[in-house]
């Protein structure tokens, strides 16, 4: 900022007033759309002016508003009065904007477009001043900056025509000022002015159902037409300015991401992947605030709000699935060197065991993105998805495999290596039945099928080696320690093996035995009584007092039967 003398007795100042309000709104909330904390900076910055200055509104008795002239404009931060004061009422306007999206209180929005006009009004102010003492350069910077503050009055009244024409002037003049800046950061500031008014010229666009036509209703960003999304052959209307900028954000951070091209490097690895980190950030937030504007039924059409939602959700998969596969194909290329000497220089080296785990993380985003309502039945969508969760699952077994067979686990890699093949080929057949791209499925199925023949062969010497291959080929259940080439599981008929068991025909040949004779046991009675059997005789019983019981019927009382 300098100041010369004039042919006047006014000085006449260069100010560069876009920088210097990005700086400061940079510096104190705005990077993180804090508009109160902005505004009380303003406030607290205007009072230490005021008083260093000695520039007061009437006394302490009576009030009289500041007017500030031409003539009372000796040094910069006369102007800086000026500038903080549009500044103050713009920022009170954006905060009560955020707080009526919230609670949608009428009264917050007429609030709004009150201050809107004040700030308007104080932009007047500033325009009337440095018209008498400032340079051309910054009269044009200046005016530009007024019609953008005159077009978020016309905004906050819904004078959409209106709006977008200031809008529109504002752009044009930021943009030739952007091609005179002799300073990088001068020019930054410019850009990003520019790109914040896009925004507000589509929501213009929008509301006239101008659909975008001409210059002044292209969008800067990719996936746009007018406040609108296309996904799946539909268009899908973003109406919260708070989604449109985590939109446009997320974007913006997903063309830095895929500038950045992957290599081998560990730096460069972590670069591409914190890169796409700001994009799942943006996208995240975006997906909340819909969710809460779902919630609270406001901002639309709620069917238009669960597309929007579904549409977020696919991109942020999508973005998510760029990022791994192609961390997928970076590591399998160092997976490839591993032998190599110059892998070894470079650090921590890829295993099969980090190859399984991002192929997990790829099948869980497969999944995700044919959980979308509506994706699984797109012919042009799902297709080419499950096409590739099919090679992600046979590349999946293939690594699994890969990890037995560094083990010298034949008997369990093969099993691993003959499941990869059938996926692979059933991801074939299914790529031809749809007409889809069949390179990457064929390119997995060369991959498998080699690795699988290798593997035979490494266990067939392996056996010559150790000796235990045989002429004779044994079922699988007789040599389950070795590795064996076997046509058969089990020999059938099984083998027989005794075992202890009842005699199952003792039941059936017990009638058919000869009876045995017992007549030499019969012993004759004395008596002349009926002979009978040969018995051991038995001990006699004894009474309670020690003589012999009669064989009759016993005494209660003797035997202790109700004694009392």
Not at 171 to 191: I, V
Not at 265 to 271: H, I, M, Q, V, Y
Request: net charge positive; proline share 4%; aromatic share 6%.
């Amino acid at each position: 900022m300098a100041a010369a003398e004039g042919a006047a007795e006014i000085p006449v100042f260069s100010l560069n007033l876009i920088e210097s309000v990005r700086e400061l709104q940079q510096q104190y909330g705005l990077k993180s759309y804090d508009y109160l904390r902005y505004r009380s900076y303003c406030s607290r910055r205007l009072r230490r002016i005021h008083k260093t200055l000695h520039m007061f509104a009437g006394t302490q008795k009576k009030y009289k508003g500041l007017v500030i002239n031409p003539e009372d404009v000796t040094e910069v931060r006369v102007l800086m009065c000026l500038i903080l004061t549009v500044e103050r009422a713009w920022a009170y306007g954006e905060q009560l904007k955020q707080d009526h999206s919230q609670s949608d209180d009428p009264r917050k929005y007429r609030h709004y477009a009150s201050r809107m006009v004040k700030a308007a009004k104080h932009a007047d102010e500033l325009m009337r001043v440095v018209d008498y003492v400032c340079d051309d350069r910054t009269k044009r910077e200046v005016a530009a900056y007024v019609e953008e503050i005159k077009g978020h009055r016309d905004l906050a009244k819904r004078n959409w025509e209106s709006a977008k024409d200031r809008y529109t002037k504002a752009q044009q003049e930021y943009l030739a000022l952007q091609k005179d800046a002799p300073k990088e950061s001068t020019r930054t500031a410019f850009a990003t002015r520019t790109t914040d008014l896009d925004q507000n010229m589509r929501l213009c666009t929008y509301n006239l159902g101008d659909a975008g036509h001409g210059a002044a209703g292209r969008s800067t960003t990719e996936g746009f037409v007018g406040m609108k999304l296309t996904w799946r052959g539909q268009e899908v209307p973003v109406t919260a300015e708070k989604v449109r900028i985590l939109i446009t954000t997320a974007q913006a951070h997903a063309k830095d991401a895929q500038a950045i091209v992957p290599q081998s490097g560990e730096s460069n690895l972590n670069k591409y992947v914190d890169a796409y980190d700001k994009v799942f950030i943006a996208y995240n937030d975006a997906i909340a605030q819909v969710k809460q504007d779902i919630a609270q039924e406001k901002m639309g059409d709620p069917a238009s709000l669960h597309l929007l939602l579904n549409c977020l959700k696919f991109n942020l998969l999508e973005h998510t699935l760029a990022r791994n596969t192609t961390l997928v194909s970076t590591h399998a290329a160092r997976l490839d060197q591993a032998d190599t000497r110059a892998s070894r220089r470079e650090g921590k080296q890829t295993t099969t065991h980090d190859m399984i785990r991002l192929l997990d993380t790829v099948t869980q985003t497969l999944e995700g993105m044919l959980a979308i309502p509506g994706v699984e039945d797109d012919e042009k969508v799902g297709a080419p998805l499950e096409a590739q969760l099919l090679v992600n699952v046979a590349l999946k077994q293939y690594y699994q495999a890969e990890t037995f067979r560094a083990m010298k686990e034949w008997s369990h890699a093969l099993p691993l290596y003959n499941s990869a093949v059938a996926s692979v080929s059933e991801a074939l057949t299914f790529s031809k039945t749809h007409k889809l791209d069949e390179a990457a499925a064929a390119k997995a199925a060369d991959q498998i099928r080699g690795a699988r023949c290798i593997c035979k062969a490494e266990a067939c010497v392996a056996q010559l080696e150790t000796g235990t291959a045989k002429e004779d080929k044994k079922p699988l259940d007789k040599c389950y320690e070795a590795y064996l080439q076997s046509d058969a599981i089990t020999s059938i008929p099984p083998d027989y093996r005794s075992m202890p068991c009842r005699p199952i025909f003792l039941d059936v040949a017990a009638h058919m035995l000869p009876a045995v004779s017992i007549d030499a046991r019969i012993v004759p009675d004395k008596k002349g009584a009926k002979p009978s059997i040969n018995k051991q005789p038995t001990k006699p019983t004894l009474s309670a007092g020690g003589a012999k019981a009669p064989e009759g019927k016993p005494d209660e009382k003797k035997a202790g039967w109700g004694a009392g």
